[in-house]
């Protein structure tokens, strides 16, 4: 990596033009809405790093220009060994860890994962992030930079755990841009039991959510 993490930095906004390989688009909707999920064709990445298909001659153009626009890490502390980041942290920065700390063992193991080390999660404000061809988007899976890149909902409340962390991690864990592994079906279902409706849901969760199971992370499957 040509970027270190950065231990307790102030977090900024981020105005640097980067590059990704791999994103989905669309806006979260309430329940009973769908919205789209799209991510760009032809930018298929292998888990490793190592470039695949037709994708892979302007990925492999698009990791030179990550290295020359180098996107430095700002942590706000590290969770399942990743690095944790917020745009807008949270007022209370041990409580987002311990939450942080909870929505990760909920949602690694959905995808058969144990960890994530050496890998940034980066909370946004903004659906205005250049991943590869898209200029706006709710997240981003760019192994060149290795973060996940998310927006956090306008209207969550300060609840960043309705973002679609658990769509990137399939994305980290299968690629699949077109979402045709049978697994990414039970994404949306996962929802309820993941931010509001458990017992150690965090009270913002509950108040902004409760009641929605359905509408909030629904895939696409079979399609860009
Ligand atoms: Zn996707």
Redesign the pocket.
């Known amino acids: 990596m040509a970027c270190a993490p950065l231990r307790g930095a102030a977090p900024r906004r981020r105005a640097a033009v980067r590059r990704r390989v791999?994103?989905?688009e669309g806006r979260s909707a309430p329940a009973g809405r769908v919205r789209s999920?799209?991510?760009v064709a032809g930018a298929a990445v292998g888990r490793a790093g190592r470039l695949r298909g037709a994708g892979a001659a302007v990925a492999a153009a698009a990791a030179l220009l990550s290295l020359a626009a180098c996107d430095p890490w700002h942590c706000s502390f590290e969770s399942h060994g990743a690095c944790v980041e917020f745009e807008s942290p949270p007022a209370d920065l041990e409580a987002a860890r311990a939450r942080m700390d909870r929505l990760l063992e909920l949602e690694l193991p959905f995808w058969n994962l144990h960890s994530l080390s050496g890998w940034r999660i980066q909370y946004r404000d903004t659906t205005e992030y250049v991943c590869y061809l898209a200029t706006r988007n709710e997240?981003c899976?760019d192994y060149i930079q290795h973060t996940l890149s998310l927006h956090v909902p306008d209207d969550s409340g300060g609840c960043f755990e309705a973002a679609e962390l658990l769509?990137?991690l399939?994305?980290y864990k299968l690629g699949?841009?077109t979402?045709s592994n049978p697994r990414?079906k039970d994404v949306d279902a996962a929802f309820a039991g993941i931010v509001w409706d458990r017992p150690d849901a965090p009270a913002e969760c509950r108040k902004r959510y409760q009641g929605i199971r359905l509408g909030m992370w629904p895939?696409?499957t079979d399609a860009l």
């Open positions: 791999l994103r989905c999920v799209r991510p997240g899976t769509h990137e399939g994305h699949d841009p979402h990414w895939v696409g």
